[in-house]
C-alpha cells in the first residue's frame, strides 16, 4: 500500500536499496576503467589523475573511486588484473579455437554418455598418439591447490609420465586445472615433440573454454603461446572433456598427483601484495558487501523491529509464483499495511479498528491466530501445516507468521531439498486467506 515503508518493501522483494544499487554501478564502472590495457585512453587518463590528484581535476573519477571504496571489500584497485591484451601476430586472435574442442556442446550434461565416449577414444588411440590427462585439486577450495599431469608416451597400456607441481597456497580447483593443462603442454614443449597426433584430457568444462576462450585471464596467455608452439611443430592437438572419478585410470592418476601436490602447499603464505583478482570475482565481492551494508542498515532502522521477526536477514528473494491478488494481501499481512481494521481506521475515518466478528482490534495476528470466526480455517491450516512439517522432517516448533509467509519459507526457496516444503506451507496459507473470505 501506498504507506508501506519503502526499506520494508525492498526487504520483502529482495531489491538493493537503490542508493546502494548506485554505489555498486559506479565501483563497477571504475573497476572497468581500470582493468584496461595500459594503451587505453581511459586508463591512462585515469592513471594519471591518481598520480597526481590535485593537478587534474577531474571529479569524476572522485565519485566514482568513493563510491568504490564504500562497497569494496579488503580488494584494492591495485589488485584488479589488466585485461587480455589481443594481439595478431602470433595467432593469438580473438575468436575461439573450436576445432580443438571435440563433441564440446553435445555432451555438456551427459556425463556417462561422455564417459563412454571417452572410454572409446581411449581404446582406438595407437601407440603413436600422445594421450594427456590433467587435473587442479584444492584442499578445501578455496585453499592449498597443485595440479597434476599423467602423460601417455606410447598408448594407455604403456607406463604414464608422471608430473606434479605445487600452485598456489591459497586458490581454487579451476587455477589448478588451467595449471595442469599448461604443465603438461609445456612438458611437450620441453620434449620439443613434432608430428604427433596429441589428446588431452580435461575434466573441467569451464578450464578447457578459458583456454580458448576471447576475454582470456594473463594465466591462460602462455598456455596458449606453448599451444601455438606445439602447433607450429605439426603436433595435432584435441582436447575432451573428461567427466571425473568415473575410474578412467589416467585420470584417477593426475587426480593423485594433483592432490599431492595441493598438500604440499599447506602452511604456506599467501602473499597479498601480489595476488591479482578478476574484475567478475571482485563485483562478486561488491554485490556481497553492498549487502552487509544493507543489513546493517536494515536493523539499525528504527520501526523495523516487528519486521525483523518475520524477516531477520536481507538477501534475494524469489516471489511467489501465484496469483497476484493473493501476494498482494499475504505481503500487506506482512507489514501490518493491510485491508484489516486496525490499519484503515487509520487511513478512514469512518472505520472502526474492532474485527467485524469480535470486539478485539483487528491486526494480522488478530486474524490468522485469534479471531474465533475462521477457527475452522485456522484449525485445518495448523493440522495441514504440522503434517507438512513431518512429511518432509523439518520441525517446525509453533505455527507463526514467520514460518507461515516470513523468512522461513522464503529462505526455504534457497535451500536445496528443502524448497518442496517452503511451497508447501506456502500454499496452505494462500488456502487459509481464500478460505477466510475476509477480502473477497
Ligand atoms: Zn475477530
Not at 588411440?125 to 602423460?151: K, Q, V, Y
Not at 490499519?343 to 490468522?368: A, G
Request: proline share 4%.
Amino acid at each position: 500500500m501506498s504507506s508501506t515503508a519503502t526499506d520494508q518493501l525492498e526487504v520483502m522483494t529482495g531489491t538493493l536499496p537503490i542508493s546502494l544499487h548506485l554505489k555498486c554501478k559506479n565501483a563497477e564502472e571504475l573497476i572497468r576503467f581500470y582493468s584496461k590495457v595500459e594503451e587505453n585512453p581511459i586508463k591512462q587518463d585515469l592513471q594519471a589523475w591518481m598520480t597526481d590528484r590535485a593537478k587534474t581535476n577531474k571529479c569524476m573519477y572522485k565519485h566514482l573511486i568513493s563510491h568504490f571504496n564504500e562497497v569494496k571489500g579488503k580488494t584494492e584497485l591495485e589488485h584488479v588484473e589488466t585485461d587480455f591484451k589481443c594481439s595478431k601476430e602470433g595467432g593469438l586472435a580473438l575468436c575461439r579455437k573450436v576445432s580443438y574442442i571435440k563433441n564440446e556442446e553435445e555432451n555438456q550434461n551427459k556425463k556417462d554418455q561422455q564417459v563412454e565416449n571417452i572410454t572409446e577414444i581411449i581404446s582406438k588411440l595407437t601407440d603413436r598418439e600422445i594421450s594427456m590427462f590433467t587435473d587442479g585439486s584444492t584442499l578445501g577450495n578455496p585453499g592449498p591447490t597443485g595440479t597434476g599431469a599423467c602423460i601417455y608416451f606410447k598408448g594407455t597400456n604403456s607406463d604414464p609420465v608422471q608430473l606434479k607441481c605445487p600452485v598456489s597456497p591459497n586458490s581454487n580447483n579451476y587455477v589448478g586445472e588451467l595449471n595442469g593443462i599448461r604443465l603438461a603442454l609445456s612438458f611437450l614443449e620441453e620434449k620439443n615433440i613434432q608430428q604427433k597426433s596429441i589428446h588431452l584430457f580435461v575434466d573441467c568444462q569451464p578450464a578447457i573454454k578459458t583456454i580458448f576462450s576471447n576475454t582470456i585471464p594473463a594465466l591462460t596467455i602462455e598456455t596458449r603461446q606453448i599451444l601455438q608452439n606445439l602447433e607450429n611443430k605439426n603436433n595435432k592437438i584435441q582436447i575432451q572433456w573428461t567427466p571425473g572419478h568415473k575410474n578412467i585410470e589416467g585420470n584417477e592418476i593426475a587426480d593423485k598427483l594433483a592432490k599431492e601436490a595441493a598438500s604440499e602447499m599447506i602452511g604456506k603464505q599467501v602473499e597479498e601484495n601480489s595476488r591479482k583478482v578478476d574484475k567478475k570475482e571482485l563485483t562478486k565481492d561488491l554485490r556481497l558487501n553492498a549487502g552487509q551494508k544493507w543489513q546493517r542498515r536494515y536493523e539499525n532502522t528504527e520501526g523495523n523491529e516487528r519486521f525483523m521477526e518475520i524477516f531477520p536477514t536481507v538477501q534475494p528473494r524469489k516471489l511467489y509464483k501465484s496469483e497476484r491478488r493473493l501476494e498482494c494481501i499475504i505481503n500487506q499481512k506482512i507489514t501490518g499495511h493491510s485491508h484489516l481494521n486496525s490499519h484503515m481506521s487509520k487511513i478512514l475515518h469512518d472505520v472502526q479498528e474492532i474485527c467485524p466478528n469480535c470486539d478485539k482490534v483487528e491486526t494480522t495476528r488478530h486474524f490468522i491466530f485469534e479471531c474465533p470466526a475462521y477457527a475452522t480455517q485456522r484449525n485445518k491450516l495448523e493440522r495441514e501445516a504440522e503434517e507438512a512439517s513431518n512429511r518432509h522432517s523439518e520441525p517446525v516448533a509453533d505455527i507463526n507468521l514467520k514460518v507461515l509467509i516470513g523468512n522461513s519459507p522464503y529462505q526455504l526457496f534457497h535451500v536445496e531439498g528443502r524448497r518442496e516444503f517452503g511451497t508447501e506451507i506456502q500454499k496452505l496459507f494462500q488456502q487459509f486467506i481464500k478460505d477466510t473470505r475476509r477480502f473477497k
